[in-house]
């Protein structure tokens, strides 16, 4: 999830560890280590597992688990990794979840009608108790303490891990230094679209959070980026102002109709510029280039994927942070414009354009804030594990090991009544 494990591998290897990344062949193709990546080098370390989801459970997938991750004495991973590796009896050392994986994936879901058995005891089912089982076992857990406010999760999860508020490296921060200067070293598809845009326009606004729908609720209120709230904002400040000003989006999300009908009905679309679903690689390219970065205006967050690439780019964030959350465990905070309604995107809009020097002095207290926060902190609480636990590879205890074998004999049990009923139902339907 947005190259978690090869960013964190990029900063251990520059350390001087022999680190190695491993991932599934079915990621989606904008967390491949080429989406974020501009140069090759990580082919050299980077190794596609060849089973999938689907396939896990099989002898030949365990075999190959064994024989790629056997010399290995630690491990470190996200998502399915705590579940993966109940497969070979393996302890995950550290665990840097990125959010369902932990708050949702460990507990029993109750399965909805008409979802097919076969696919669901694989893909949940069975994957959520290996998930449970192998996150009981594990020693350190890299993860900020704000999800617990949006998923409480914690005293419902069986661990005797240690947390530590923060995660792994999000973003690497090194490679995006003069890259206005070098995009045609890269490639880039999508660069001169951005350059037109920028010569277009005094005041470049950049969003690049998803689009979700406005004023969700239920489960879905977490999810809520705000986009409406930074249309109106954007909307209000142009038409009170004499700036030319551009928006620019990404048609990403579940329901971009609801943003595109907004500015639609604000008639503001000359103002706004859809861009494609793309690489990050090339989204930190228009990142750099524009004035001001936004984050999210419903929930409070004080890092993301956003607002840390925002921080890594050196931008201004425009951003809606509930401080009082967060100054408990945090000496201080990166500075922002700290907006929530379209009234206060408005104004910070105005408060930016008359203060640009100001601005780009607090985006470097930013940028700074994100090294020391989320990348210097994890990567010593990293480099200390593995300096405590250097002897010897960790393997699972033999209670949860016992335990871990009877989901498995439940798992081959119950695929193999479901497929058959499966069987004798297209059987009956041929009739």
Known sequence: MNNMMFILCRYLRDAGFDAHLFAMPDEPSHFHPEADSYEDSYKTYFY???????????????????RELGDFDFLIGSDIAPAVLTLIGRKLDVFIPHGSDIYALPFQQKRPKKTDRVWWQREIGTL??????????????LFPDEYDIHFPFKNKLKTKAKYYNTSGPMVYINQYEDLEGRDQEFNLSHADEFKQIRSETPLMVF???????????????????????????????????AIDARLVLFDYGI???????????????????????????????????????????????????????????????????????YTAEYSNLYPLMNANTPEEIASSLFSFVANRDDFGNEASQGSTWLYEQTVKSPLMIIKNAIETNKDEPLFISPPIQSEIKNVLKKHKLLDNIYRAQGKFRETLNRK
Not at 128 to 141: M, T, V
């Open 128 to 141: 959520s108790r290996l998930q449970a089982l192998g996150i009981r076992e594990i020693d350190h857990i």
């Open 255 to 325: 329901n971009t109709k609801a943003s595109k009908d907004l500015i639609k009905s604000l008639a503001i679309e000359a103002n706004v510029k859809w861009m494609p679903l793309m690489d990050r690689k090339e989204i930190m390219y228009g990142l750099i280039l524009s004035d001001i970065s936004c984050g999210q205006f419903k929930n409070s967050w004080l890092t993301c994927g956003v607002v840390n690439e925002s921080l890594a780019a050196n931008k201004p964030l425009l951003h809606y942070r509930k401080d009082d959350l």
């Open 207 to 241: 969003s690049h959070s998803r689009h979700n729908g406005f004023d969700l609720t239920g489960k879905m209120a977490v999810h809520d980026k705000g986009n409406d709230h930074l249309i109106k904002g954007f909307s209000k400040f142009i038409k009170e102002s």
């Open 48 to 66: 596609p597992f060849k089973f999938t989801r689907s396939t896990l459970y099989k002898k030949e997938s365990v075999l190959e688990l064994k």
